[in-house]
């Protein structure tokens, strides 16, 4: 939690002298998933510091979380009443929800009659904040995904970058026989990264894009597991009684150390990596020879640096002047730098490339993004996330151990769609 706690003895007011016209302090409530070991949490610590300086009056309670336990607390605050002011979250099921709801305040005749900040932002962007032609988020930050990996690994054991599906079932047979764990994994909701490359390789943009055809999952949703299980038969991720123990970080941490080849991350994950970035890689998920596309595509979209107001801090006179203010410095120029210079973040502000200086791999991966057939939304934003939490991330294992079926935990993720009444 970040709060304005500085105190200068010297600007302290008298006892005897009258501080009842002093405008009192508007304080807003701030969350998003750049909080504790994220890499974006000490530059938007930063900026809040910064901006509070700045501006007295104004108070920040920065209650982000990282990893997996930001959506269940934005969701269960939303729920409760206790609805942040100003907030961070991705495009897809869970926004959109809160849009529905009216929790969101609609930014876009703001945005019109500022149009010098408006134009600040690549258009590109508006696509995934746009709702029924409103605009309710600003498109701050950008995102991909794909294999990260341990260049200096693939050298020392002779082992070939695998441009497709076939080449990365011979690297993962020869770091196991190397005794390198060839893909890092564990059974979260990060874990899914892997499932939902392969998923953007076998399916392509439309199919992903809109996941239920005639009352059922489409077939590239099934297969996909297929090719997970395939994977996990191969030895390629660690040991089931190790992986399903095993926190984000200790995952991560197995990747970074050098004990794992591969992992499948986003552009988010570059900010982890302080030091020897060229022993590092980033590629495509290797094409397969079903997929819909022949050449590489890429997972591409806005992260959780896409920000909104909550509709009750828009319908306070005093929370919606600070929150636009807040607004304002958490998407400017300046911001975006920070951002680039100590994370690798890829901004979504109209910005000469030059004046982000863009680390190694953060350049790696735009070349990556520029030079794709297709760009792809990550699959996980156009699913349901409630069920994809409750039934696909929590079933995921017992596929792969061979206590469940693919084709049958989608039909337990629909029932879920239908019991919720989300679907006829």
Request: aromatic share 12%; hydrophobic share 40%.
């Amino acid at each position: 939690m970040l709060l304005s706690t500085s105190c200068d003895l010297y600007s302290r007011p008298a006892d005897n002298i009258d501080t009842s016209s002093e405008k009192e302090k508007t304080t807003l409530r701030f969350i998003s998933s750049w909080g504790g070991i994220d890499p974006q949490a000490e530059p938007l610590n930063d900026i809040f510091t910064e901006f509070m300086e700045s501006n007295k009056d104004i108070e920040i309670i920065n209650d982000s979380v990282s990893g997996d336990d930001f959506l269940p607390k934005i969701k269960a605050d939303f729920a409760s009443g206790y609805d942040p002011d100003v907030f961070g979250l991705w495009p897809g099921s869970d926004i959109k929800a809160l849009i529905k709801a009216g929790k969101v305040a609609d930014l876009t005749e703001l945005l019109n009659n500022d149009p010098e900040w408006k134009k600040t932002f690549k258009d590109s962007g508006w696509d995934y904040t746009t709702d029924l032609g409103s605009i309710y988020g600003l498109p701050f930050e950008r995102i991909f995904e794909g294999l990260f990996i341990n260049k200096d690994l693939f050298e020392k054991f002779n082992v070939n970058v695998p441009k497709d599906y076939e080449e990365l079932k011979e690297a993962v047979i020869k770091f196991r026989a190397n005794g390198i764990t060839p893909i890092a994994l564990n059974y979260s909701s990060e874990g899914t990264y892997l499932y939902q490359n392969i998923l953007a390789a076998l399916g392509g943009k439309y199919v992903l894009e809109y996941p239920v055809f005639g009352g059922a999952i489409k077939d590239c949703y099934i297969d996909a597991m297929k090719y997970m299980k395939e994977l996990h038969d191969l030895n390629a991720f660690p040991p089931y009684d190790e992986a399903s123990v095993m926190d984000n970080k200790a995952r991560d941490d197995m990747f970074l150390k050098k004990n794992a080849a591969m992992i499948a991350q986003g552009s988010w994950f570059i900010g982890k990596i302080k030091e020897n970035q060229k022993t590092y890689d980033i590629i495509p998920f290797p094409q397969i020879k079903e997929g819909v596309s022949k050449s590489p595509t890429m997972i591409n979209g806005l992260g959780c640096g896409t920000f909104y107001i909550s509709r009750n801090a828009w319908e306070n006179k005093d929370k919606k002047e600070a929150a636009i203010k807040l607004l304002k410095a958490l998407t400017s120029k300046r911001s975006a730098q920070i951002f680039s210079f100590k994370t690798g973040m890829i901004s979504n502000i109209d910005i000469d490339i030059k004046g982000l200086n863009y680390n190694y791999l953060t350049l790696r991966g735009l070349d990556l993004i520029n030079s794709a057939n297709e760009l792809v939304g990550p699959p996980d934003s156009y699913v349901d996330r409630t069920a994809w939490e409750e039934v696909i991330v929590t079933k995921f294992p017992y596929i792969l151990e061979d206590k469940a079926k693919a084709d049958e935990v989608w039909v337990e993720y629909m029932k879920n769609l239908r019991t919720r009444g989300l679907i006829n």
